[in-house]
């Protein structure tokens, strides 16, 4: 079945560093890929996504590209704020587009 | 601009009690599903619907039941409520009936259910 896999955290940087949490996917033919994100006392929501192989998702700063070859999606940002301080979640969905499946989360904490 | 509002935001209950978690979305989505995250595991599909009069199970669906007579409410249902039903448990939408795993869920904000 499909399955994802994510870094564990916390993530802990001071504001302005990179951003890199790794993400990896196992699934039968060509998922689409997301990631959301999920503030303090809040739902998820959709941060960025990608299509097909090679697509580039980017949002508010952070950018992810799907690459079909080591089957990872992993997520950057160049500036990390406080304000991103937050849990994401990878996921992807299946074949028939009626199910996501989601990565394990992993916390970032952004200092000041 | 409601969104997707489910009720009760927080609920404890004792083993073997039932109760329904509601789920309402204003905003003319088909698909709507449940999930519930637990720490570690992220989130976990555990029934879906595209449509009025249609539901499916996802990946954890044993001692919940749904229904969807109308477009807007999605009920997610315990009949006996069990420790490991203790929880977080999230409904989220979608515009698309079919295919709708590959657009936008919104999400509500979360019922946290102690089952003792």
């Known amino acids: 079945g499909n399955s994802v896999t994510q870094m564990e955290g916390p993530v802990t940087l001071s504001e302005e560093a990179f951003l890199t949490i790794n993400c990896t996917y196992t699934a039968t033919g060509y998922p689409s890929l997301f990631w959301y994100v999920q503030y303090p006392g809040e739902g998820l929501q959709l941060l960025l996504k990608a299509t097909k192989a090679d697509d580039k998702g980017s949002n508010k700063g952070f950018e992810a590209t799907y690459r079909k070859e080591t089957t990872s999606f992993h997520l950057e940002k160049g500036s990390v704020q406080v304000s991103d301080s937050a849990v994401y979640f990878c996921a992807l969905s299946n074949n028939a587009g009626n199910m996501l499946t989601f990565g394990g989360g992993t916390r970032l904490m952004v200092k000041p | 601009n409601a969104g997707v509002t489910q009720t009760p935001k927080f609920q404890v209950l004792k083993t073997g009690q039932s109760m329904t978690l509601q789920c309402a979305q204003d905003?003319?989505?088909?698909?709507m599903s449940w999930y519930r995250q637990d720490p570690g595991m992220g989130l976990r599909l555990i029934h879906y619907?595209?449509?009025?009069?249609?539901?499916d199970q996802g990946e954890v669906p044993n001692g919940y039941n749904v229904s969807r007579s109308t477009t807007e409410d999605f009920p997610l249902r315990l009949l006996s409520a069990a420790p490991s039903q203790t929880s977080v448990y999230f409904c989220?939408?979608?515009?698309?009936?079919?295919?709708?795993?590959?657009?936008?869920?919104?999400f509500g904000e979360g019922s946290r259910l102690t089952v003792l």
């Open positions: 905003m003319n989505h088909e698909y």
């Open positions: 619907s595209v449509g009025a009069g249609i539901t």
């Open positions: 989220a939408s979608s515009y698309e009936g079919q295919g709708a795993g590959n657009r936008e869920l919104f």
